[in-house]
């Protein structure tokens, strides 16, 4: 998949920003040229050498707070899409083969998490657990899940009653062998899809989140946590909020550029796809390669 | 109506008069399968009862919807029979679990092959890794699985090379005597073959039908389920019509085919296409369908 995805332009460009975006989050607070909570007495500085994007309201230098931010955005982001995928994914797929109660408890669950209030939600369970990333990430993770669920069931259940499937069935395979050797194969592309597009939209809610001060508690830094606080000088530094946003922007892009480049170049038309822009020999049934026989 | 039933001549066909042999390969005795729950429970087979011997080949024909899917279906473990009797290779497997089906599976004495030859193949395996599939199920090593799979696929006349293709980069032709050799990788004693030559053209139908014959001279048993008369009277030994869930007519197939007593069946004899396909053919079938209607 990986190849596949890497012989398109579109799919090298969105996995380069993401390499980038990770290596932030690995190196950014080491990369950090000052102290991303030091104060100083030069408030909402522009530009200079000293400050490469000027500091904000309590003179804190922003180029370091988005290095040092990098770490928690980015491991918010990708631990709620990691939270949706094993809470949603894993009953997605077993729904179809461990019965008719478990089917029809899991697709009310589901049902249930996509009906409650999202933020409410979020509030309520970090009031309950303590206000940390982790929970808020969790809760976040699990109210994601039902996408998962939908997009894993609804792939198992077009693999599910194929001929192939049966045909294994008959040659003895349990249900863990025919998940594992013909159905997560199916249900790997449109996964991947829900799940770039999760990390993308994690990177939205962590900084959602972080602005109205759930998760991550100032003055720990975060790309969000930065918005929002440059958000509220404008007047003074309008030019302020565009460097976080453009990181944010950039990164959920990409995400979205990669759901998009996994969908294309799954399945046989991506193989066809990918066949045809050189990396392979193009085929066709109708024309094999080589004898056997009548064709 | 004249005849509902085809209990005329003893060598002929009274219906589900099998009778049950000790060697036989599959055994089924009125056999009952529902579709659907409550309100839509449908009845889909009324009380088939069929016997296959080891190396016979039994051509069970019908129009679409008359069961025979179903039948076969049921026979592999894949419908659930609400009613009767079904032994495989000796063995009582009507009221089989999971577990119990899927020992009896590993053990290859039954295969199937089914009517779409694009989908019987994951498009994502190569050949070769869907012809060891049932081997390596039973614990056989890969590299012994695909020796032995080797064979099956000259059994069926494909060349070694296609073992590293996919499905999508053969032909419809190959693809199905693929599906035949994967059945064939476990020596089963008996194959059920859903409409295995439906959807190939007639050069490949020639050539699926000959491995079939060669098959049946190996003494695999043979349950060759079609809607196409031609295909199983050229392969069947015996025939058995199924028309709306029920077993209309059973006999040899070349009796069968000459001198069908069931309406539904002569119904199906007129209804093959001849050269000859004249107004006195259309008139006669015409009349038979009233027949049947009434």
Known sequence: MLRRVLSLPSGRLAIGVLVLVAALAVLGPVLAPQDPLATSGTTLAGVSGSHWLGTDNLGRDVLSRLLAGSRVSVLGSVEVALVALVVGAVPGILSVYLGRTIEWLSLRLADTLVALPFLLFAVAVTALLGNGLTQAMVVTGVLVSPLFYRVSRAATLTVARSAYVESAVVAGASIGWVVRRHVWVKVLPPVAVALAQTVGTGFVIVSSLTFLGIGVQPPAPTWGGLLASDLGFLAYQPWAPLAPALLIMATVWACNVLADVVRDVSGEAGRALVAARGSRPPTHPSTPRTSGGVS | ?294
Request: aromatic content about 2%; hydrophobic content about 40%; glycine content about 10%.
């Open chain 2, 1 to 294: 109506m004249t005849e509902t039933t085809a209990a005329v001549r003893p060598d002929a066909r009274p219906v589900g008069s099998d009778v049950p042999r000790d060697e036989s390969v599959l055994q089924v005795r009125d056999l009952d399968v529902h579709y659907g729950r409550g309100r839509r429970r449908r009845q889909v087979l009324h009380g088939v009862s069929l016997t296959v011997g080891p190396g016979e080949t039994l051509g069970l024909i019908g129009e679409t919807g008359s069961g025979k899917s179903t039948f076969g279906r049921a026979v592999l473990g894949l419908a659930p029979a609400s009613s009767g009797r079904i032994v495989v290779s000796g063995e009582e497997v009507t009221a089989y679990g999971r577990r119990q089906w899927r020992t009896l599976r590993r053990r290859g004495v039954l295969q199937s092959v089914f009517q779409d030859p694009l989908r019987s193949l994951d498009p994502d395996l190569t050949v070769a890794d869907s012809l060891v599939e049932p081997l390596v199920l039973q614990g056989v090593p890969r590299a012994e699985a695909l020796t032995r799979a080797r064979s099956d696929l000259a059994r069926v006349r494909l060349e070694d090379d296609l073992l590293d293709r996919l499905p999508g980069e053969i032909s419809g032709g190959q693809r199905q005597r693929v599906a035949v050799a994967r059945a064939l990788v476990t020596d089963p004693s008996a194959i059920i073959l859903d409409e295995p030559v439906s959807a190939l053209d007639a050069a490949n139908r020639v050539q699926v039908l000959r491995i079939l014959q060669e098959l049946r001279s190996a003494g695999v048993a043979l349950v060759f389920i079609s809607h196409d008369l031609g295909s199983v009277a050229g392969i069947a030994d015996r025939i058995a019509v199924l028309y709306q869930g029920r077993l209309v007519e059973e006999g040899p197939a070349r009796t069968v085919v000459t001198s069908p007593q069931h309406v539904y069946t002569r119904l199906l004899v007129r209804s093959a296409p001849t050269l000859r396909g004249g107004a006195a053919d259309r008139a006669e079938r015409a009349e038979l369908r009233a027949l049947l209607g009434a």
